[in-house]
């Protein structure tokens, strides 16, 4: 078995982000397997590709370029990786937990009898022994996420099948450049030996992309709300507290379910992923699922009238006290210092 390999995601003359957050832990991963990083981008125009792939550590830069792979569809892009993974037996393969990753992923695995492990929270390199069997393994990879809604956090392994694949939400994981000028080799492949002339009987007539509705994924300052803001009137003094620092407004799951904010504003695993400078947590007792989503965040204050709540287990800062008689003060004081 050989390489760590990324599928990398291309939009508008760009590598997706997440993309590129995969390609920075695919690097570690590999750098702890002795093995190389190897990422697979296909479309019809790969002008520039390069310059924002391999400076995040690629040794092999894998190129499908041609008519009928923009826009995505799945067939074509589909028998791009079963025919490539046939031939590179790849060790691990990484995909975004995107429209794409979610729809694309399962095909894959299904073809080459492997596992694939969807919303990975984090990613590691580990050994593994099978008691019922008595096999032991030495560095398989280790497939984190939270499980039963949140309720506990499960580690998946696949010893057996390859590749072992995982899919990972935008955010999770950082994205930094090994260097501007690595070096990695670029194979450009002949599209037609590996996608058959059926792949293309879709054809996308019109496409609409439609703009993310907020910006939670980057913003530098996140002020979120729980189930305990009480209400949707609750939220308001969030969104005000947000204008004055220029900030986000984010939620909880509980604070969506109880209908106090709408469902795009949720972070936790099966919400956005955020990793701001400052994150305001605001009557949020701090579930796994909700910690999974914000715990890599610069600085965490939590404001929560129980002492013991969870999420003040790994905050900086806490407030306790409630939040209605909190954050009003917090907003007439950034006011007051704002001018």
């Not at 593994?128 to 956090?153: C, M, T």
């Not at 009987?201 to 300052?221: D, E, F, M, T, Y």
Request: charged share 20%; hydrophobic share 40%.
């Amino acid at each position: 078995m050989n390489s760590v390999f990324v599928y990398c995601e291309w939009e508008g003359k760009c590598v997706a982000e997440v993309s590129q957050e995969l390609l920075t832990k695919g690097r570690k991963l590999a750098d702890t397997l002795g093995v190389k990083l190897e990422a697979v981008v296909a479309a019809d125009d790969l002008s520039g590709v390069e310059q924002q792939v391999l400076p995040y550590g690629v040794d092999v830069l894998h190129l499908f370029e041609g008519e009928g792979l923009f826009p995505y569809t799945s067939l074509p892009h589909a028998s791009i990786l079963i025919n490539l993974f046939r031939e590179e037996q790849p060790q691990i393969c990484l995909m975004g937990a995107t429209v794409i990753g979610r729809d694309l992923g399962p095909r894959v695995s299904s073809a080459l009898h492997s596992g694939l492990t969807a919303d990975c929270t984090s990613l590691e390199i580990g050994p593994y022994e099978d008691k019922k069997s008595g096999k032991s393994y030495d560095s398989l990879l280790y497939q984190i996420r939270p499980a039963f809604g949140g309720n506990i956090v499960a580690t998946i392994v696949n010893p057996d099948n390859r590749p072992q694949m995982a899919t990972v939400r935008k955010g999770v994981m950082k994205r930094e450049i090994v260097s501007e000028d690595y070096k990695g080799d670029v194979v450009r492949h002949k599209v037609a030996e590996y996608v058959s002339d059926t792949d293309y009987a879709v054809k996308v007539l019109k496409r609409h992309v439609q703009p993310a509705a907020n910006n939670l994924g980057g913003a530098s300052i996140v002020v979120a709300g729980g189930y305990g803001m009480g209400s949707k009137e609750g939220f308001d003094m969030l969104y005000e507290l947000a204008d004055v620092l220029h900030a986000e407004v984010g939620a909880s799951r509980a604070a969506i379910d109880a209908g106090y904010c709408v469902a795009n504003l949720q972070i936790g695993q099966t919400g956005v992923t955020v990793r701001p400078k400052l994150y305001i947590a605001c009557g949020i007792s701090g579930q796994i699922q909700h910690i999974a989503g914000m715990q890599e965040s610069g600085i965490i204050i939590s404001i929560n009238s129980d002492p013991a709540a969870p999420i003040n287990a790994i905050a900086d800062y806490v407030i306790v006290g409630r939040v209605e008689d909190v954050v009003p003060k917090m907003i007439k004081y950034y006011k007051q210092n704002s001018k």
